[in-house]
T-cell receptor, first 112, second 116 residues
């Protein structure tokens, strides 16, 4: 049972464009939603995270949009750069549980 | 801050041997560390949760006698793959969260294991 569904599986964007990756969840107990960036052969790096009490969080070119009623959240990468080419994972966890539930990942390619 | 290291970064071993992977939190204390396994082009699969000073909690389907986990201090956890076989070849990643910040996991750089 996949608790966090992530789409698309792969994404190709031109330099300067906006990359959008979506995730949906079913477990209403989830209250923490991080995004991780992973380059080939490296461990995931925490990019940005959000809690359900806000609908949007922005850090530089990265923005998380959160829709609690729809149980969806998305990552927007503005002005996408070739250096952003990586695999992105959304995740979720619930209060009282230290475990993260990961989406299946999105491979982003930003063409120069 | 919040740096996690792993050693070795890559290991090649013969079938039947045991391999130990270390995970260290360099600038924070971690009461809990996690061990993941990742196959090519796939997501992270949680193997076990490691708590300092106590036995690890393994996820369903993970053989605890094959994947031995020791969390001897607040900054070090080790994963030993015993009697490794080619099917154990994978990318092993650890993570840890700083004390008091139980939701935020910081990941190590991973260890690539190849069993011949």
């Amino acid at each position: 049972q996949q608790q966090v569904k992530q789409s698309p599986q792969s994404l190709i964007v031109q330099k300067g464009g906006i990359s959008i990756i979506n995730c949906a969840y079913e477990n209403t107990a989830f209250d923490y939603f991080p995004w991780y960036q992973q380059f080939p052969g490296k461990g995931p790096a925490l990019l940005i995270a959000i809690r359900p009490d806000v609908s949007e969080k922005k850090e530089g070119r990265f923005t998380i949009s959160f829709n609690k009623s729809a149980k969806q959240f998305s990552l927007h990468i503005m002005d996408s750069q070739p250096g952003d080419s990586a695999t992105y994972f959304c995740a979720a966890s619930s209060r009282g549980s230290e475990k993260l539930v990961f989406g299946k990942g999105t491979k982003l390619t930003v063409n120069p | 801050g919040a740096v996690v290291s792993q050693h070795p970064s890559r290991v090649i071993c013969k079938s039947g041997t045991s391999v130990k992977i270390e995970c260290r939190s360099l600038d924070f204390q971690a009461t809990t560390m996690f061990w993941y396994r990742q196959f090519p082009k796939q997501s992270l699969m949680l193997m076990a949760t490691s708590n300092e000073g106590s036995k690890a909690t393994y996820e369903q389907g993970v053989e605890k006698d094959k994947f031995l986990i020791n969390h001897a201090s607040l900054t070090l956890s080790t994963l030993t793959v015993t009697s490794a076989h080619p099917e154990d070849s994978s990318f092993y990643i650890c993570s840890a969260h700083p004390r008091g910040r139980t939701e935020t996991q910081y990941f190590g750089p991973g260890t690539r294991l190849l069993v011949l």
